[in-house]
Structures are given as structure tokens and as C-alpha cells.
């Protein structure tokens, strides 16, 4: 899996600044090699050349001055950060723990940058992470007290004392990798998908809509979000991503971003659950704060996709 990292970010700005890997790396203090390897990375995540050369200089291509603006973004917030961690008060007593589970359909991106940024924020406390899946086993688990919180998407909690915010809505795509591709021979004219454990819950959005497919479905179901690429790579068929995860999906040439069928749940509701009485709980309003911040940054860097009656490769040769 192949994610854009701070480092690489950092490098392609400052080729932006000097408009040559010569110059970028003299200032960054690197190896024009070093250079080179980090913009080739970012190319084969975005999928664009990011810059061309005219006249001996580096001119950054449409999409480049896309990514300059999310990358400046996501930079800044990642100092602060550092910077928030570097001078905040160390505790000399035990910390205390802040329990948080999170859907796996958010996306390992999503969930790095949340923990790494609920570490930073909140330095007095332990934050211990789970997966949950969503619907009733989330409210079970607050109730119970084996979390302080929940993120999930499409999540369904009914009980009493549990509170639901809403934070963002956030499209989804299905990306699909023909049969043939996978190297294996198929003779169930079913169509195959290949679902996180989020999504296969009965209650969820995406396993109402395969409940009413004509002809029945294949349905193949995996724990984590990288085992779920991983399976639908081996085996194909069709597999429901978040928008902002697109870039980040290391496909083969033949994996394109499908149309959405009529009645397929296009976009999913990212919420945060916790008990009522912790309304006002200053953990809990940090929380709000730093989820907010990934999420908007996330889909800020997004790389704009096509209608989705046009079929688009997810990787380019770069």
C-alpha cells in the first residue's frame, strides 16, 4: 500500500520553490537522487506527472498546483502539531487511557492521521484504538465501557443514552478490477463483491442495497481495510472505497473507478457516537476538533474524479 508521506509533501514543495531537483535538494540538504525518488513516489500515488520540464525548468502541471495547495495545508497542520506536542506540559503521574473504536471503512490514511493527531493533542492521555464494527456492537461496547467514544460510517446506534453527531459526509466510490485480470477462470455469473465487515453489517447502507440486487451477489469479507484490498485484487469483482481513499489504492493499470448503480448508497454518514452523559467532556471536544481537521483535510488533497459514467485508471505510468 502506498500512501503520501510528510517527507515526500516536503520535498515536492520545495521542487515547486526552486523549479529544479538541483536546487530542492541543496536547499532541503539531500541527494538529487533522494529528490528524484520522492516525486516519483508521489507520481505513482497521484497518478500525474506533477511537473514538466521547459526550458531547463520544472513547470508544475495542473493537478501539481492542486496538490501544492492540499500539500501546504496538510504541512502546516502537521507542524503545529509537533510544535503542540514539543512544548505541552509533560505529566510526571500515570496517564489516563481514552478508548476510541473506528471503522476500518475510513481508511488506514484516515486512521494514522486521526491517532497521530489525538497523541499529539491529548499528551496526558494513553489513546488505546479498536476496530468495531458498527450498529449494535458500538453501543454495546459504550455502554459496557470498553470505549470512551466511536467514529464509524453508517453507523446505527439506537439506545438509550448514547449520542450521535454527525461529522461529515463523504462519497463513495466503487473501484472494480476485471476477473480476467485476476488470472483465475470464474463461471458464477453472480456479481462478486468484496466488502470490510462495516459494510456487511445488516444494518448497514451498502448490505441493504446487495439485499435487493436482482440475481443474487458474491459476497467476500475481510476485517481490515488492507485485507480487503488485498482480496479483491486476488479474486476482482467490485469493492466500495471512500472518495479520499482513491488516491492512496496502489491498483493495477486495469482497476478504474465503476459507475455507481441506481439505488447504490453513493455516500456514507461519518459519525461520532459516545455516551451522553460525556457531552461536555474536554477530551471529547478535542476529539470533535481533531476529526474534523483529518477529514476535511483528507478530502481537501482529494484528486477531483471523473462523472461517474467515465471509467478512470487508477494509476497512471508516471
Not at 540538504?29 to 516525486?39: E, L, Q
Amino acid at each position: 500500500m502506498r500512501h503520501i508521506d510528510f517527507k515526500a509533501l516536503d520535498v515536492f514543495l520545495h521542487v515547486m520553490r526552486h523549479g529544479s531537483i538541483g536546487n530542492a535538494a541543496a536547499a532541503l540538504g539531500m541527494r538529487a537522487p533522494t529528490v528524484v525518488y520522492a516525486i516519483r513516489k508521489l507520481r505513482e500515488v497521484t497518478g500525474d506527472e506533477l511537473f514538466l520540464e521547459r526550458r531547463g525548468n520544472l513547470v508544475p502541471t495542473a493537478r501539481g498546483l492542486k496538490l501544492e495547495k492540499a500539500a501546504s495545508g496538510m504541512l502546516q497542520s502537521w507542524h503545529g502539531l509537533i510544535e503542540h506536542n514539543r512544548q505541552a506540559p509533560r505529566e510526571t503521574g500515570p496517564r489516563q487511557t481514552m478508548r476510541i473504536g473506528l471503522s476500518m471503512a475510513l481508511g488506514d490514511p484516515a486512521l494514522t492521521q486521526i491517532l497521530a493527531r489525538l497523541s499529539a493533542a491529548l499528551p496526558e492521555r494513553q489513546i488505546v484504538s479498536s476496530v468495531l464494527e458498527n450498529g449494535r456492537q458500538v453501543g454495546q461496547a459504550l455502554r459496557k465501557g470498553l470505549i470512551d467514544c466511536a467514529v464509524t460510517v453508517d453507523g446505527v446506534v439506537s439506545l438509550d443514552g448514547i449520542a450521535a453527531e454527525h461529522m461529515l459526509m463523504a462519497q463513495r466510490c466503487l473501484i472494480g478490477l476485471p476477473l480476467a485480470e485476476t488470472g483465475k477462470e470464474e463461471h458464477d455469473p453472480r456479481e462478486h463483491w468484496t466488502l470490510l465487515s462495516d459494510d456487511a453489517d445488516p444494518d448497514s447502507a451498502v448490505r441493504r442495497y446487495l439485499a435487493n440486487t436482482t440475481g443474487g451477489v458474491r459476497l467476500t469479507v475481510a476485517p481490515s481495510w488492507n485485507g480487503q484490498l488485498a482480496l479483491w485484487r486476488s479474486r476482482g469483482g467490485l469493492t466500495p472505497v471512500l472518495k479520499f481513499n482513491v488516491p492512496w489504492i496502489d491498483g493495477a493499470s486495469a482497476a478504474y473507478i465503476t459507475e455507481v448503480p441506481q439505488g447504490f448508497p453513493a455516500w456514507g454518514n461519518v459519525s461520532l457516537f459516545y455516551l451522553a452523559g460525556c457531552a461536555e467532556a474536554p477530551w471529547l471536544a478535542t476529539v470533535r476538533r481533531e476529526l474534523l481537521t483529518v477529514l476535511r483535510g483528507i478530502a481537501a488533497a482529494t484528486m477531483p474524479l471523473p462523472a461517474n459514467d467515465a471509467l478512470l485508471p487508477l494509476l497512471r505510468a508516471g
